[in-house]
């Protein structure tokens, strides 16, 4: 590879969700300004290795691409009304500028809620979300989503069909509705925030390429809206989560619970940023949302120098609060352990017990873990084995399996295979 051409991929892979942000504004297709965006790219791969490397290759390709939606407009037989719409400033598109930094960060919102918009199964929200926002290759959120390249391919064309089949406003909404839009953009830097903490399924415990594109777009979003709560408390969350990252596994890749981990190998700066985060929305006045509480639990958890330091009190009360505001079977599993922390193991079995009939959590993995942990807890090994192997049965990621086998197999008997 060139150097010409690693300039012009390292740009557009960086500037690629401003381009299709911008240039979707203009054509009002999310999926033929990915095109242009793309057309763009190939323009400055035949030219920048023969004219060389634009003085502002970001403002180059964003002119290109701008040109190109504009060419494409005027072709179309309803130009005049389509002039119109997008304002006599497209007769004279203007020269390689660095375009304005506000007008792109309207866009750059817009893009995001339209990526995120619920007419989209959350598969197609997180797959459109990784491709125009992340700037990963088809071929790259194949793996992010642990799916084959033609179908999440096929996920992505569908995806781009249906908004413009339902012809969604490339605009950011307001009142309710921006509520509601709000909370599924959220939700989807959350899941694959989530599938890269902890993954689903495969050989790999942790995948840290989607954490960071979840921090990355959580970073994003703040800086957009700066006035929203649960905007800066789903950041805080990400930045403490993701401070324990080196923590997590052991040499060979093997998980690391949270009880045994090397605190000292925390990121301190990323506990710091997510500390200020929090402030930041604690500060708005409102009260905490399901994010800013999960990041207070977070938080909790980053202050305590030794796991035995933790302030299992607050965090059972914190779970409370989000069961509140947020009731789900997962929060409440998350609350009887830390209630059997600070009340003891009886109590927290008390509560999962009430869990056991819940269809939600009928196959999650997690259910049958929380229970042989807190049965192992009341000298009960026989019934924690047998649930440490049910869990490692559901379970589709090899690392956790594992672990749960040895668990399972640290108890006496003989644990599956």
């Not at 381009?19 to 057309?39: H, K, N």
């Not at 009928?362 to 869990?391: C, M, T």
Request: proline share 6%; hydrophobic share 45%.
């Amino acid at each position: 590879m060139t150097t010409a051409s690693a300039a012009v991929e390292a740009v557009f892979r960086i500037e690629s969700a401003r381009i299709i942000a911008v240039v979707t504004r203009i054509v009002r297709d999310v999926g033929i300004a990915e095109e242009l965006a793309q057309d763009a790219l190939v323009a400055a791969l035949e030219q920048w290795p023969e004219q060389g490397v634009p003085d502002r290759p970001a403002a180059w390709l964003m002119a290109t691409a701008k040109h190109r939606a504009v060419d494409l407009v005027r072709r179309k037989e309803t130009y005049a009304r389509k002039l119109a719409e997008v304002g006599r400033r497209l007769e004279d598109v203007p020269p390689p500028e660095p375009p304005e930094v506000d007008d792109i960060d309207d866009d750059l919102l817009r893009l995001i809620f339209t990526a995120c918009h619920p007419v989209l199964s959350t598969e197609a929200r997180i797959a459109l979300t990784l491709r125009l926002l992340g700037g990963l290759t088809t071929e790259e959120v194949a793996r992010a989503c642990l799916a084959t390249e033609p179908t999440v391919a096929q996920r992505i064309v569908r995806a781009k069909r249906a908004l413009a089949k339902a012809d969604v406003p490339f605009e950011v909404p307001y009142g309710a509705e921006r509520a509601a839009r709000l909370a599924s953009v959220l939700e989807v830097i959350y899941l694959i925030f989530n599938e890269g903490y902890s993954a689903t399924a495969g050989d790999d415990w942790l995948r840290p390429g989607l954490c960071e594109d979840a921090l990355r777009l959580g970073r994003v979003l703040a800086g957009l809206m700066p006035k929203e709560p649960e905007v800066h408390g789903l950041v805080a969350l990400l930045e403490i989560q993701a401070s324990r990252t080196a923590a997590r596994t052991g040499p060979d890749g093997e998980p690391v619970l949270l009880a045994d981990q090397n605190r000292t190998r925390w990121d301190r700066l990323l506990i710091g940023r997510g500390y200020a985060a929090l402030a930041r929305a604690n500060d708005l006045g409102e009260p905490l949302g399901p994010y800013a509480l999960q990041a207070a639990v977070a938080a909790c958890h980053a202050r305590a120098v030794r796991y035995e330091d933790t302030d299992w009190p607050t965090i059972a009360a914190l779970y409370g609060r989000l069961a509140a505001v947020a009731p789900s079977p997962v929060v409440e599993l998350n609350r009887a352990v830390a209630v059997s922390k600070a009340e003891g193991p009886a109590a927290g079995l008390a509560l999962v017990d009430t869990l056991l009939g819940e269809p939600a959590l009928r196959d999650y993995h997690l259910l049958p873990s929380v229970r042989g942990d807190l049965l192992a807890r009341l000298g009960r090994p026989a019934e924690a084995r047998a649930e440490f192997e049910r869990a490692a049965a559901l379970t589709r990621n090899g690392r956790e399996r594992a672990l749960l086998l040895e668990r399972a197999a640290g108890l006496g008997g003989s644990a599956r295979q």
